[in-house]
DNA sequence: CTGGAAAAACAGTCTCGCTTGTTTCTTTTT
DNA sequence: AAAAAGAAACAAGCGAGACTGTTTTTCCAG
């Protein structure tokens, strides 16, 4: 709830009151409760949901268990915690890799750069990681509580995004949200999908695929391509 | 390995030796074993892959923990044998739902009604077990060794029933591939995927969809709608 | 300003419960 | 009688969380 993201360590003098905003102690607490959430991600990542231990994430973050259970009193609360932060991880990633196409594309090339970019971010690591606590959170109700919460907060975020980058077509209405479910569940098969073999050629043509329906999708003469059921 | 599959319970007459083939004893073995991967499975789905105890699978089976370790020596092994049997069971599951298909069904509505199948196979319990079991093998060497096996295995089998359902177009090369590949990845996606809102409505118009795109792949006349990356 | 009490951050140890797998014993089948 | 199936008690390891002690920061009385 209370979000004080990574604070910058000012830490030279101990009397001078330039940020006395908001207090050492609590910058340094909130710090650890970084380095601490990232050692649980990178946890999560490196042996998977189900053998995280708590020793482990102590360790890792370079804090004693002690120290750790004085942040977070249970390894429930702790996992709470580190999925908002994830949660938040993930937004920026997205953000970030739609920021980065450069706006000289436009038209196709630019819808076709946003789906590359969505790719790259479905195959970091932060969305298996992601992907696996959804999988985790099926036969853990208070880890799904959490889940659902951001998942919305989650979605309507890409919406907001895949509305800037696909501003021609927003007005499209049932056209709009067909593509952008298209997209979503196409591309997400692929990616938590079992691999099999050639998984690279296959993507890619796969991508190509996509990228040509989705022009079709929102073509406006040929009606009939779009729904024979009506 | 050894795959005695579910024994018929020919129990009655202690001394007549009518299947004499193989043994009472072993029947009554191949009884508890299958009892127990059942139990196994029916924990998994229940319960989740890191929270399947020994104590729980033995309990759900209706043996003791002793009896259960005599066949299985151990978790580990406990847990191949039963995703070699989960896998068996999801290649009975789909073919079945194939072979329910009536064979009055033809043309595009035969067509529509593998489609169906599929989703109904993807949505089973069986199916989110096996997903389950992908996603904790990522972190599993010995697991992921196992399902790597079964799953080359089983897609050979769906393709094998795919040619069946649909052989007007088996001979139609890439886009017989391609035209797999979608359904597999588009519908993959929405089965694994995070649900969000209105599921129900999505999962029907991304069905119709998908079968208005396979028809499209296979209509010789326009060729143009299918690639325009060539 | 400043000494010191209060509070927060941090560290280490201990215990309890859970889970696994071994061992020993009884029952059933051959 | 021998072998296999099944049952139960036992030992060992591990992880979570409680508990106790130590250091650092804050804040206020003097």
Not at 114 to 135: K, P, R, S
Not at 144 to 165: D, G, P
Request: proline share 2%; net charge negative.
């Amino acid at each position: 709830m209370d979000n004080r993201g990574s604070v910058s360590t000012s830490k030279s003098g101990s009397k001078e009151t330039a940020d006395s905003e908001i207090s050492w102690q609590a910058q340094k607490s909130a710090m650890t409760r970084d380095r601490i959430m990232s050692a649980a991600i990178r946890c999560f990542i490196e042996e998977g949901y189900s053998n995280l231990t708590t020793a482990k994430v102590a360790t890792e973050a370079g804090v004693s268990r002690g120290a750790m259970l004085h942040h977070f009193p249970s390894k429930t609360e702790l996992i709470s915690a580190t999925v908002e932060y994830l949660h938040d991880q993930l937004l920026e990633d997205y953000t970030r890799r739609v920021r980065k196409i450069p706006t000289r594309l436009q038209g196709a090339a630019r819808r076709r750069a946003g789906l590359d970019a969505y790719w790259g971010y479905l195959t970091d690591d932060l969305f298996i990681t992601y992907h696996e606590l959804c999988v985790a959170g099926r036969t853990n109700p208070e880890l799904q509580a959490i889940l659902e919460e951001s998942q919305a907060q989650f979605e309507t975020h890409v919406a907001e995004c895949n509305k800037e980058l696909f501003s021609e077509w927003v007005d499209r209405g049932d056209r709009f949200l067909l593509a952008m479910d298209v997209t979503k569940f196409l591309m997400e098969g692929m990616a938590v999908g079992q691999p099999g073999g050639k998984q690279k050629e296959r993507v890619a043509r796969m991508m190509d695929y996509l990228a040509d329906r989705l022009e079709e999708i929102f073509e406006d003469e040929n009606s009939s391509a779009i729904s024979r059921h009506s």
